[in-house]
């Protein structure tokens, strides 16, 4: 599964759209990119992901770039809750092994 | 809809001693895998199921065994208990999904720590 980098930690205002990036420049055509996030000490939570459309749900919107090499997780109006530990992934593969980098330390701010 | 369901939530263990992690999934899936996570890092998979009755290594294994007797229930052991193996152990299960398009669904937890 191709490597991802992501900042270390962002600061975004409460109600402002928190906009996280992720590289993935080595993903290969059959990898999907997940995004999870993992709230102070609790399970990871999923978030969104997709292949090479633009995705939206009930959490966020994901863009991927054509070339497919890095994508923007948008949380439109970011609320205090959504402080958290972000993570993107790239994998393909029936079983879906994850492996967690060190992801991205959102911090919404009154 | 309880998900994935992991007990016990926390526990203390002496060096050597044996205790096995319990995971339930009402999701009706497939596939179910154990990770753990130390201070300040990511996720690391122990072993994975992808079906009853059957299971795999991931990439740290070593001092674990798991079994799958029943679809629903995930069991991770720890034969001899080691203060390295003092992290936090989550269980997660997903569908069968072909080139990986099936998110996993996690657990809260157990919090375990290795005296």
């Known amino acids: 599964d191709a490597k991802t980098t992501q900042p270390p930690s962002m600061d975004c205002a409460e109600g402002r759209a928190a906009n996280l990036p992720c590289n993935h420049s080595?993903?290969?055509?059959?990898?999907?990119v997940y995004w999870y996030r993992q709230i102070h000490s609790q399970g990871p939570q999923y978030i969104i992901h997709?292949?090479?459309n633009n995705e939206t749900n009930e959490m966020a919107s994901l863009i991927i770039t054509e070339d497919r090499k890095s994508s923007t997780l948008i949380l439109p109006h970011a609320t205090l809750r959504d402080t958290a530990v972000y993570y993107c992934i790239a994998l393909s593969g029936t079983a879906s092994k994850l492996t967690f980098g060190t992801g991205t330390r959102l911090q919404v701010t009154l | 809809n309880a998900g994935v369901t992991q007990t016990p939530k926390f526990r203390v263990l002496k060096t050597g001693q044996s205790m096995t992690l319990l995971c339930a999934q009402d999701m009706n899936h497939e596939y179910m895998y154990w990770y753990r996570q130390d201070p300040g890092m990511g996720l690391r998979l122990i072993h994975y199921s992808v079906g009853e009755g059957t299971t795999a290594k991931g990439e740290v294994p070593d001092g674990y065994n798991v079994s799958r007797l029943k679809k629903q229930n995930f069991l991770l052991g720890l034969e001899s208990a080691a203060p390295s193996q003092t992290s936090v152990y989550f269980c997660a299960s997903s569908p069968p999904g072909r080139r990986g398009n099936q998110p996993q669904h996690f657990g809260d937890g157990t919090r375990l720590s290795i005296l």
């Open positions: 997709g292949l090479k």
């Open positions: 080595t993903i290969s055509g059959n990898e999907y």
